[in-house]
């Protein structure tokens, strides 16, 4: 690590409180009101801490029309990506009443999603036929999934009213769908039926916490579903944990826009995506030979992206012998010995002969 990299970097996690702050940002962007909450500080405390973090090219903003989101750069520098791998696996994590305060930020990010879709007339009301502007990249979309590996199952994440089963069925044999409201996956089911497809699952479920166990699926589509989830590093982590080995992940979904009324209007958590964010978010995930691809909106239509990555092969992983894994002698568990190298048992067996 450079010193003239690393000393500004440093000085700038050397404060306690900093320091917190930026393990807090390891978990996601978040605006400043949300660490107010989360830490239970000033806001000109957590402004102050912004700044010196981003002086220091740790820390970058986002603005999304009226919103501000704070978070760990997507474009770090090698040094500066230690320090943060160092920040999110040595920096005591949250206590439990800040984890909680956290979780409720979560919660909230997503209830007027939930009472969109559902069509609670306390919330944003029943969604319309046409949900979105129209999109420009579905043929953008069926090209990535049609150079994906035939799969076994093929998931539909955010399955909406089920407009992607048919071209998902045609790439395996058992698709299934997963969507958070119970009232997108009867629309779903109906749309399957009407077809003849009896042989489809769906799965209520969040994208954060997928329904499916690990390498169940072999392909992965979120078609303009990311946008409504509150942490999208989240998603991209369970769909990874979901795919099996060499299984790929297909995302679509919007450019930032300035569109702000679509918070409203579409429950929209996030005002699209920087192609920049979307593959840190993949690598970040696991995912490798990451590509994405960009479509300009004409008109009314939103500029999209479609981006897709495949889960690496499982590699073979050597224990250390400081965590050799624990045996079982005589109902108890005991650490496994260590076997002394080579040379030191030879040194040993010399010793033993000259004492004899």
């Not at 696996?89 to 979780?103: C, G, Y």
Request: proline letters at 6%.
């Amino acid at each position: 690590m450079e010193s003239e990299e690393a000393i500004p970097a440093l000085r700038a996690l050397a404060d306690q409180t900093r320091l917190q702050v930026a393990r807090l940002l390891v978990e996601g962007p978040l605006s400043v009101g949300e660490i107010q909450e989360v830490l239970g500080l000033g806001q000109s405390t957590v402004s102050h801490h912004l700044k010196v973090l981003s002086d220091a090219g740790l820390c970058g903003c986002r603005r999304e029309g009226r919103v501000a989101w704070y978070g760990w750069e997507s474009q770090l520098s090698p040094a500066r990506a230690a320090l943060k791998r160092f920040v999110q696996h040595h920096v005591r994590a949250l206590d439990r009443e800040a984890a909680r305060q956290l979780k409720r930020v979560f919660e909230a990010r997503t209830e007027h999603t939930r009472r969109f879709f559902n069509g609670d007339p306390q919330g944003a009301g029943a969604p319309p036929a046409s949900v979105k502007p129209p999109a420009p990249a579905v043929d953008v979309v069926a090209r990535m999934m049609a150079a994906a590996p035939q799969a076994e199952v093929a998931l539909d994440l955010g399955c909406g009213l089920g407009r992607l089963i048919g071209p998902l069925r045609a790439r395996a044999p058992r698709v299934v769908g997963v969507d958070q409201s119970p009232r997108m996956l009867d629309g779903a089911r109906q749309h399957a039926f009407e077809r003849g497809w009896h042989d489809v699952d769906f799965r209520l479920g969040s994208l954060e916490h997928l329904p499916i166990a690990d390498r169940e699926a072999g392909l992965a589509v979120a078609h303009q579903v990311l946008h409504h989830v509150a942490r999208p590093e989240q998603a991209l982590a369970e769909a990874h944990r979901a795919l099996t080995d060499g299984g790929v992940l297909v995302v679509a979904d919007y450019l930032p826009h300035d569109r702000e009324w679509m918070r409203e209007e579409y429950a929209d958590v996030w005002l699209g995506f920087d192609p920049a964010f979307v593959e840190r978010l993949f690598a970040d995930a696991g995912f490798v030979d990451v590509r994405l691809e960009r479509r300009a909106g004409r008109g009314d239509q939103l500029g999209m992206f479609v981006a897709a990555g495949r889960r690496s092969e499982a590699q073979p992983v050597s224990v250390p012998a400081s965590k050799a894994r624990p045996v079982r002698s005589g109902g108890r568990t005991r650490a496994a010995p260590r076997r002394a190298p080579p040379s030191t048992a030879r040194k040993r067996q010399k010793a033993k002969e000259k004492t004899r």
